[in-house]
């Protein structure tokens, strides 16, 4: 139960000049700025161990002009065309401010990271995520979301950042706009009043409310759910209570490519080196270049709610420097035919209509015809037996509302300015995919945790 409670309410136990709600990737990277900066920090984590999405995550961050880009051998990338490629997917319906503030931003996060805290970082070079104009995708070597959590812990502490774990936050308490510090409840049902001089909201958005995705999110209510549960959507309901501006509630991150049963997650490199998606009657059904947040919705609304994803033995070879997909292998979702009849036969797909979809795919891969949903099939080779085919369906990934901060990542009130002391990052911040499942371009989710926790951690510790 999240509550905005009076100030005149708090006997403070205990006093800290930052605190900061979450242990992801946005509340940690804000801890470690907001502690360089020389402010007392407390990190209040409601699981025993800090996981959160980011730890479910792959962990790619998209960053231009970094040093780690032009040693692949991009030296073209700038945050401005990082903000064109963020603005294209999402129509111009980005808040364009924000946009300029994460895009340039997040590089030299990345290189402080890096410089200041020892994360190592590589530059995915394989091929391109849809809609990124160059190739700016950064990983830690592991390429896991738990590795880059990890990561962060490590430096964290080596920091001095102190984590209090087993600390749910249950209300914030607030004077006329100004935080004055928060009630924690522990798991053994006591609770603790903690007063702070600034507060950074790092604790995701709403993906984990099964009401509140029904209300904002209603075409994907009945969907699974395959972020972190922790995340209640506790900061847009405070958020609601003291008067912050708050949007694009339903807009949202997907994913069309969740292995079922299984639940691990193929990688959209499969579709954008070659692969195709296909119902259980054999046909595409949408240009899966488009993106694969949207296509969450698309594979929802095929028979039963899944879809297959076929490809060849080149991409099965490729796809296994995922260790997602090397899961998968082991988990028995791969299904593998020597022939178009034998991968039929052995996904209970109609022999005909998967031989009509590939023959299509192959005109379509030579030119000789344009793609009734719109892809470019000719930049890639036609898919050749053995063939490969893994069942999927559509899941919400995480939430992309809430939220609205400026440009030091201070929220804004409806009044119009910001509150004196109250910040924003990650999920629990409106970010830069626009109202729709549509708008979100790979990486925005990690782009705004860690941008505007950096941000955060700094103005918090100024301010306070
Ligand atoms: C399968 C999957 C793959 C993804 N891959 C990518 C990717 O490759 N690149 C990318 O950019 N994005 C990706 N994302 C999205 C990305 O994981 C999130 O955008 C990002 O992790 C958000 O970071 P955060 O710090 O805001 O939230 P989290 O990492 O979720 O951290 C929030 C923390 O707050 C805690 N918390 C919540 N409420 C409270 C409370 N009241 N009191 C105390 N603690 C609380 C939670 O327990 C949690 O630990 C992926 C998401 C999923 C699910």
Redesign the pocket.
């Known amino acids: 139960m999240?509550a905005v409670l009076p100030a005149s309410a708090m006997q403070a136990d205990a006093e800290v000049d930052v605190a900061i709600?979450?242990?992801?990737?946005?509340?940690?990277v804000a801890a470690l700025r907001a502690v360089e900066a020389g402010a007392d920090v407390l990190v209040?984590?409601?699981?025993a161990k800090?996981?959160?999405?980011?730890?479910?995550?792959?962990?790619?961050?998209?960053a231009p002009a970094t040093r780690f880009q032009r040693a692949i051998g991009t030296e073209d990338d700038t945050p401005g065309r990082f903000a064109a490629d963020i603005q294209a997917k999402t129509k111009n319906r980005a808040d364009p401010g924000l946009v300029a503030t994460v895009s340039k931003a997040i590089g030299p996060a990345l290189e402080w990271l890096a410089v200041s805290h020892g994360l190592e970082w590589i530059v995915l070079d394989d091929f391109l995520y849809p809609g990124h104009s160059r190739h700016r995708m950064h990983a830690v070597p592991e390429k896991t979301?738990a590795a880059l959590?990890q990561r962060l812990a490590t430096a964290a502490e080596a920091a001095g950042v102190m984590v209090a774990t087993g600390?749910?936050?249950?209300g914030l308490f607030a004077d006329e706009g100004r935080i004055r510090g928060v009630r924690?409840a522990r798991a053994d049902g006591s609770e603790e009043n903690l007063a702070c001089k600034a507060l950074v909201l790092?604790?995701?958005?709403y993906g984990g409310n099964a009401d509140l995705v029904a209300r904002h999110i209603p075409e994907l209510k009945d969907a699974l759910y395959?972020?972190?549960a922790?995340?209640?959507g506790?900061?847009v309901l405070w958020g609601e209570a003291l008067g912050a501006d708050i949007r694009h509630l339903s807009g949202y991150?997907g994913?069309g490519s969740l292995a079922h049963p299984h639940q691990i997650?193929i990688s959209w490199a499969l579709m954008m080196e070659g692969g195709i998606q296909i119902n259980t009657e054999g046909r595409r059904f949408s240009n899966e270049h488009g993106g694969y947040s949207e296509q969450a919705v698309n594979v929802l609304a095929q028979p039963g709610r899944v879809a297959w994803n076929v490809y060849d033995q080149r991409i099965h070879d490729f796809a296994q420097s995922f260790p997602d997909y090397r899961d998968a292998m082991s988990a028995g979702a791969i299904r593998q035919g020597a022939s178009v009849a034998e991968l039929a036969e052995r996904i209970g797909v109609d022999e005909r209509a998967l031989s009509d979809t590939l023959r299509t795919a192959a005109a379509l891969q030579r030119g000789d015809a344009a793609d009734e949903f719109g892809r470019d099939f000719t930049t890639k080779p036609a898919l050749k037996a053995p063939l490969f085919a893994v069942k999927v369906t559509g899941v919400l990934?995480?939430t992309q509302g809430g939220l609205m901060v400026d440009r030091d990542a201070r929220v804004i009130s409806t009044a119009g300015g910001p509150f004196p002391n109250l910040f924003a990052?990650?999920?629990?911040a409106c970010g830069v995919s626009g109202p729709d499942v549509s708008g979100y371009l790979?990486?925005?989710?990690?782009?705004?945790?860690v941008a505007l926790?950096y941000i955060a951690g700094r103005s918090a510790a100024l301010g306070s």
């Open positions: 999240s709600i979450g242990a992801g990737a946005c509340g940690l209040l984590e409601r699981d800090p996981t959160g999405s980011t730890s479910m995550s792959s962990g790619f961050i998209p979301g959590l600390a749910h936050v249950t924690i790092a604790c995701n958005g395959y972020g972190h922790g995340n209640q506790d900061a991150q994913h997650l990934f995480h990052g990650g999920g629990a790979s990486g925005n989710g990690l782009l705004t945790a926790g």
